[in-house]
């Protein structure tokens, strides 16, 4: 019997998944100011993007990255074991550990990276991971590459983790979570996982990528929010291209963390350093982020003005009170009706389907930021008005 031929059987997959529905399509962004974006030639105001804050196109942070590329240039032009290891990076890891109270901070290129490389330094193939199951893809892959036992309970249930944890209870074991969930909004249980942590001696992982400039005081997260200290969650993941505007992840927590993840995260062992300049640039918007209590606030009143106008609407929002308001309308291809006549009224927002939610929970991820005006809340509820009951009632169109 012949191999199969990897190319074909690649090609049958997507031919599945388009006659499902469920086929993604890339597009190219030709030009950005703030929420506004072109697209298509089409300008289009834009409540998709995970630019919370609104400092991607910060003045402060274009002039940061223009002065460091004059000084550094562009490429860190290794790992950064080689030389590729910039005092911009080491000055960026000290304000992220200063801004989050931890001991010390890794820059890894991406958030999938860091989670990837932390775990597969931590566990171990006699070990346990026990799992929200609606954590980020990258925190269940990062598991899968350790080769550990990955456990995964229901969706912020403390007591299904103590379960899952009970499994194995001679095993080295990480509880690992999302703190903001990023398609569906909602906080963690963070005081109760800790908690359970401290009393079954496994460690706490967070995955704090939404919750990182939004939530806390001076903006350092869901952790901070909660009240946790390093000693509760000794491992914090944090990305810098979300409210921070940048780009690049990092992990924080004990010096000896972060000294054995120099040595065993292969992600970042063998990765090339991030661009110093960006470096630089994501330094001054960690400032920028901690002396914003005027753009959460800001943001926080357009999350409740979104909120209040859809229960008024009678919208079927999920319970979040972060900028991700998902709108869930169960049927995949509901929500790209959805999403096509809000861009038809001049609107962006992306339709969610399987496999990135699980089958029955499609929808519009619609998130908010610092850079909309209540104004352009009002015209988002306005076109929800008038698109989402049409749908509900099953007539098939907008």
Known sequence: MPRPELLARLAERQAERERAGLLRRLRAVEQAQGPR???????????????????????????????AADDCGVGSTAAHLVVGHHREHAALEE????????????LFSTGYAANLGAQQALLGTDDLCVQDKLNHACLLDGARL????????????????????????QAAALVASDGVFSMDGDLAPLAGLAALCAREGATLMIDDAHGLGVLGPRGAGSVADAGLAQTDVPVLMATLGKALGCAGAFVAGPAALI?????????????????????????????????????????AVLIARFRTGAAQLGLPLAASTTPIQPLLLGDSAAAMRAAA?????????????????????ARLRITLSAAHGEADVDRLLDALAEIVPPLRAGEGSA
């Not at 304000?95 to 890794?106: F, I, K, S, V, Y």
């Not at 990955?150 to 899952?164: I, M, S």
């Not at 962006?348 to 496999?355: N, Q, Y």
């Open 146 to 169: 350790a080769g550990c036992t990955l456990k995964r309970y229901l969706h912020a249930d403390v007591a299904g983790a103590a379960r899952q944890l009970a499994t194995a209870p």
């Open 259 to 299: 000294d054995g993840l120099t040595q065993f995260a292969r992600s970042w062992v063998y990765s090339t350093a991030l661009p110093p300049a960006l470096a630089a640039t994501a330094r001054v918007a960690v400032a920028l982020a901690r002396r914003s209590d005027d753009r959460r606030d800001h943001l």
């Open 341 to 361: 006549a809000l861009e038809a009224r001049g609107l962006l927002v992306t339709a969610i389907r399987p496999p990135t939610v699980p089958e029955g929970t």
């Open 37 to 67: 974006v072109r697209v298509d030639g089409r300008e289009l105001l834009a409540f998709c993007s995970n630019d919370y804050l609104g400092l991607a196109q910060h003045p402060e942070l274009i002039q940061a990255l223009q002065r």
């Open 95 to 106: 304000a992220l550990a200063d801004w989050t109270g931890r001991e010390r901070a890794l």
